[in-house]
């Protein structure tokens, strides 16, 4: 009975987790922009701030909320949630370290971009920028949770460890 109320309490926390769009989006804007501009203007570029897009040379670069990649937390989010047998204090760690990579990986991305944009021009801009949204953001986010099973021993398979749970005890 135990381990279903824990199923049921992760199960709702995935669901509130799916739904805090908006929240993460407040949250991560700030932490992925701010840092972003002043690692662009460390590499010495000129670049000026204004509200949520940056400006520099002749481009102005509008930083809009897929940007912080709120769904790669979100997705990482579920995975930690949807797997069995990890103690809360173990996914509050995987979580925050997940999420810091995350974060920095995306920062890095950012300002590659922008800076291939500055000097290698518009198409090289725009076709990493899709390759790196269509196709290897996915791939990252499951090679940060692969690390992140490795680095804190986790046995369980999302879903299908619950689901033969499940079915034993029946």
């Known amino acids: 009975m135990r381990y279903l109320k824990g199923l049921v309490m992760r199960l709702i926390l995935a669901l509130l987790l799916v739904n805090s769009y908006s929240l993460l989006y407040k ?6 922009l701010y840092p972003s501009f002043y690692i662009l203007k460390l590499f ?4 000026t701030l204004a509200g949520t897009t ?5 481009h102005s670069l509008n930083f809009i ?6 769904s ?9 949630l949807l797997t069995k047998d990890i103690k ?6 995987m979580f925050l370290l997940g999420s810091l990579i995350i974060l920095i990986a995306n920062i890095i991305r950012i300002d590659s971009l922008i800076i291939l944009l500055l000097n290698g021009g518009q198409n090289y801009f725009e076709t990493l920028h899709l390759f790196i949204w269509k196709i290897l953001s996915s ?3 499951a090679g940060v949770w692969i690390f992140l099973i490795k680095k804190f021993k986790i046995k369980s398979i999302p879903l299908i460890s619950d689901l033969k749970a499940i079915k034993n005890l029946m």
């Open 27 to 32: 949250l991560l804007i700030p932490l992925t």
């Open 44 to 47: 010495g570029y000129q670049a």
């Open 54 to 58: 940056i400006l520099t040379n002749s």
């Open 65 to 70: 909320p897929a940007c912080a990649a709120a």
């Open 72 to 80: 790669a937390y979100i997705l990482l989010g579920i995975l930690i």
């Open 88 to 93: 809360t204090k173990t996914r509050i760690k």
């Open 139 to 141: 791939i990252f986010v």
